[in-house]
């Protein structure tokens, strides 16, 4: 199984990107699958953003709730990473994760990195003042 994350580039503040990352696995499989998205800037630890579980529930980072936004499309196999009203400090590189084992009625910590079993390579995302 691999993770592909796309969409960043340079973008000014106040503005938006949207993110994806992609599965290569059959859907059926991909719905199965919890996703989170990470960030890691320069000199900083990894910090979570944001992460959507297999019944869509939604978790997100203080610094990024109410301008960020995770969404699924398993039909796809992609989720998404709606990024808005960025600020200088989101610049980072943003990577994404899937938890495999996930089972429907599982309670998990997806604000930390333990609980993720793959992680895709990073997208680069820089904002500009």
């Known amino acids: 199984v691999q993770l592909q994350a796309s969409g960043g580039g340079p973008v000014q503040a106040r503005g938006s990107l949207r993110l994806s990352c992609a599965a290569s696995?059959?859907?059926?499989?991909?719905?199965?699958?919890?996703v989170g998205w990470f960030r890691q800037a320069p000199g900083k630890e990894r910090e979570f953003v944001a992460a959507?579980?297999?019944?869509?529930?939604?978790y997100y980072g203080d610094s990024v709730k109410g301008r960020f936004t995770i969404s699924r499309d398993n039909a796809k196999k992609t989720a998404f990473l709606q990024v808005n009203s960025v600020k200088p400090e989101d610049t980072a590189v943003y990577y994404c994760?899937?938890?495999?084992?996930?089972?429907?009625?599982?309670?998990?910590?997806?604000?930390?990195?333990?609980?993720?079993?793959?992680w895709g390579q990073g997208t680069q995302v820089t904002v500009s003042s």
């Open positions: 994760a899937a938890h495999t084992r996930a089972i429907l009625t599982g309670n998990y910590d997806y604000t930390g990195t333990k609980v993720y079993d793959i």
């Open positions: 959507i579980g297999r019944s869509g529930s939604t």
């Open positions: 696995v059959a859907s059926g499989t991909f719905s199965r699958y919890a």
